[in-house]
């Protein structure tokens, strides 16, 4: 009888040792419908569990620089790559070089493996044309014109301190001005006037256009395509002087618990039928195996701005300190 008991011990301590190789944790800042249908991919395909947990791009990055210590993730998915490379400037991050990342172009992913990019997506407007027609207005077609008085009060927008979406507005606006920071900032209290609130996350904005809620937000433009699509009436422009951009993209957390795992999945999200259910949700995929969506912009078809996401990433905390001195969290949801 003692030697079945010793048995059934060493079995259920093999059984649970099995269970928690099987899940592990990752942040991603990716669509919350897309990152349920790609982990959940995943677990089909592999058997392997991932709990993830879904935070905007700033604060997953200052989740895990709260966690450096004691790492609760091992991988990031997702999330504007600005915040990639602010992590990894911080020693957040940790280099891999995927087999799989042979199918993403060099200027979409760090030289020295730290992240690499998953698709790209263009600032542009959205319009409820249902509010609009009742307001009297038309969908803005560019920087200055949604800084007209007209739109006071009728337009929503991320926090940069919460949202890369955000962050890259104000980066946006410095390239648009020649690197000039003072007229960026300038243009950005202009803006504020018309600003309603100030969102934590950078898609909220377009939900709330989405049903009404307000006539206008800022936002990618992939959130505002799948939102169109699913029937909202909604316009969507990119605006006429040129606009900034993400790119989305993954890391490897310093020090995290299941690194096997992470390094697995990060395998699995480089490949075919990872990319396949991504470029399913309008965005424009870098890889040069993920199939293009019909409906997604196409960057060669609109102007965009220089975008130094190194820089950008190196003067964020200097800017986003100046974005809250100057003008503030008053607005924030």
């Excluded at 997702?78 to 200027?107: C, Q, W």
């Amino acid at each position: 009888m003692k030697k079945v008991l010793v048995l059934i011990g060493i079995l259920s301590m093999v059984f649970a040792v099995t269970l928690t190789a099987q899940s592990f944790t990752a942040y991603t800042t990716l669509d919350e419908v897309l990152a349920k249908e790609l982990f959940d991919r995943y677990q089909e395909v592999t058997g392997i569990r991932v709990d993830w947990v879904r935070l905007s791009g700033g604060e997953a990055e200052a989740r895990i620089e709260a966690e450096r210590l004691n790492p609760q993730a091992s991988i990031w998915v997702g999330g504007v790559g600005l915040n990639h490379i602010s992590a990894k400037n911080k020693g957040l991050t940790e280099p891999y070089f995927s087999r799989m990342a042979v199918y993403t172009p060099d200027e979409f992913k760090d030289p020295e493996g730290y992240w690499i990019g998953l698709y790209i997506g263009p600032l542009a407007f959205s319009t409820n044309l249902d509010r609009a027609a009742e307001l009297g207005i038309e969908p803005p077609k560019g920087w200055f014109d949604i800084i007209d008085s007209k739109y006071r009060g009728l337009v929503r927008v991320a926090n940069p301190n919460t949202s890369g979406t955000a962050y890259n507005l104000i980066t946006c606006m410095i390239s648009l001005f020649g690197g000039d920071e003072d007229l960026a900032f300038l243009y950005l209290k202009k803006l504020d006037r018309n600003v309603e609130m100030y969102t934590r996350s950078g898609a909220a904005g377009g939900r709330s256009v989405a049903i009404g809620e307000i006539p206008i937000a800022i936002g990618y433009a992939h959130d505002m395509v799948k939102l169109k699509a699913e029937g909202a009436n909604i316009a969507i422009t990119v605006p006429e002087e040129g606009t900034g951009f993400e790119l989305a993209s993954m890391s490897l957390i310093k020090g995290g618990p299941d690194p096997v795992n992470a390094k697995k999945l990060y395998d699995w999200i480089l490949g075919e039928e990872a990319q396949t259910i991504i470029a399913s949700y309008y965005v424009v995929p870098v890889s040069s195996i993920a199939p293009a969506h019909p409906l997604s912009f196409n960057m060669d078809e609109i102007k965009t701005v220089h975008q130094d996401f190194v820089w950008d990433a190196a003067n964020k905390d200097r800017l986003l300190d100046r974005w809250t001195k100057e003008i503030g969290l008053a607005k924030t949801e």
